[in-house]
């Protein structure tokens, strides 16, 4: 496995896969990797010829300075991951080498046909134009056949399968095709995420109630009468009912609009909740 830190070698890189026809697939990522993410680059190893990884934890997606501060970052151990689960090439960059001065302070322009006005994109203003923004670059950079997220991220996902199917950037990445890959979860349920490492362990045990509530609102959503609008409440209620917890928001969306739905019908309910300081978001269909 080699480990890259500038575009210029992630370039001459790439081109040499494409002159020997290798197929290329990526998993871009934050680092602090975890078994969601090895999740995603097994099967990225699995399906293509060569298996690129992004670590970088992207500044222009941070709407909270503090967030970005303490996001957990371990280079170290995440090449080992990486390096035993047969990743071939880990690129690394410095925020001053992935942006100039200016890309770096200034908003990243695009449409993302309303998507971005629902949940995450309302609660975190410019958060999707920083995905967007490095997403798009290190498509660009490392033309990938197949590019693979978490649906932990769901709304991310929804906004990248725009972004190559829909928006006027679709077609510059080629046949490049987007692939969602389930939450990775503990025997707990509770989804796997970076951020449980910010999490004490009294903190991880409260934070169970979130998947627990989830998965029981399965069995509310079949009682007999029951409305979205009535299920999507008791979540919040019962959620927020736990010492420690609170919700920021609980919705449920059509999976693929992500606009409120009346149907349980390709239904997907997202939620974002504060367990003490830290945010945690997790989903589940319908
Ligand atoms: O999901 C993430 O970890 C990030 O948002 C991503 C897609 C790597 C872009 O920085």
Not at 137 to 159: H, M, N, S
Not at 224 to 249: F, M, P
Request: with cysteine; aromatic share 8%; glycine share 6%.
């Amino acid at each position: 496995m080699q480990i890259i830190t500038t575009k210029q070698e992630l370039q001459a890189v790439v081109q040499a896969c494409k002159t020997k026809k290798r197929t290329i697939g990526l998993v871009p990522t934050m680092g602090a990797l975890h078994e969601g993410h090895a999740s995603l680059v097994r099967r990225a190893v699995n399906e293509n010829n060569v298996c690129f990884v992004s670590v970088f934890v992207n500044p222009t997606q941070f709407n909270n300075k503090e967030d970005l501060a303490k996001y957990p970052r371990n280079i170290v151990r995440d090449a080992e991951l990486l390096e035993t689960i047969g990743a071939d090439f880990v690129f690394a960059p410095t925020p001053e080498e992935m942006y100039s001065e200016e890309e770096l302070n200034t908003t990243f322009a695009f449409d993302f046909g309303g998507l971005d006005q629902v949940m995450e994109g309302k609660m975190r203003p410019g958060h999707f134009n920083g995905v967007v923004q490095v997403v798009s670059r290190l498509f660009y950079l490392v033309q990938p056949d197949k590019a693979y997220f978490g649906e932990k991220d769901y709304q991310q996902l929804a906004i990248i399968h725009h972004m190559v199917e829909r928006s006027s950037m679709a077609g510059t990445f080629g046949n490049l095709q987007i692939i969602g890959c389930p939450i990775v979860r503990e025997d707990s349920g509770l989804a796997l995420s970076s951020r449980n490492e910010r999490l004490s362990a009294a903190e991880k045990q409260t934070a169970l109630e979130i998947s627990k509530t989830l998965f029981e609102s399965l069995k509310w959503a079949k009682e007999k009468g029951a409305t979205v609008a009535a299920v999507q409440q008791r979540v919040i209620d019962t959620i927020n009912a736990v010492d420690g917890l609170e919700v920021e928001y609980y919705e449920i969306v059509d999976q693929i609009t992500l606009l409120p739905t009346e149907t349980f019908d390709h239904a997907i309910g997202c939620v974002t909740v504060y367990c003490g300081p830290v945010r945690l978001i997790d989903n589940i269909k319908y």
